[in-house]
């Protein structure tokens, strides 16, 4: 697992939502009810970016655009998924990880 920081948070524990390029993707993560998640930024329905407007309410993510919702926790949507990521804050700063191949691999075995 590779671990990225993401600059400009301030205070992790209020609620916030900001989008980030990690290793090629966009990352939209998210500080909800006091705890931080990172999730697909992109929408699965049309690609429509959900930190343009988006919002979280219920433990979910809403897309601005057509109201899909996916849940924060397990990326479940109503009719797809999202991808999620792993997130750790250490010494006030706020990681994202992201797996490589070879972690994918290692979990077969």
């Known amino acids: 697992m590779k671990w990225y920081?993401?600059?400009?948070?301030?205070?992790?524990?209020?609620?916030?939502?900001?989008?980030?390029?990690?290793?090629?993707?966009?990352?939209?993560v998210i500080?909800?009810?006091?705890?931080?998640?990172?999730?697909?930024?992109?929408?699965?329905?049309?690609?429509?970016?959900?930190t343009g407007g988006g919002w979280c309410e219920n433990g979910k993510i809403i897309c601005p655009l057509h109201g899909h919702s996916f849940d924060l926790q397990t990326g479940r949507g109503p009719y797809d998924y999202i991808k999620?990521?792993?997130?750790?804050?250490?010494?006030?700063?706020?990681?994202?990880?992201?797996?490589s191949v070879w972690d994918d691999i290692k979990q077969l075995f």
């Open 5 to 28: 920081p993401v600059e400009g948070i301030k205070d992790a524990d209020k609620p916030f939502m900001t989008k980030v390029k990690v290793a090629g993707t966009s990352i939209c």
């Open 84 to 99: 999620t990521y792993p997130v750790k804050i250490k010494d006030s700063s706020v990681f994202v990880g992201t797996k």
């Open 31 to 50: 500080g909800y009810e006091g705890k931080v998640y990172a999730v697909s930024a992109i929408c699965p329905h049309q690609g429509y970016d959900m």
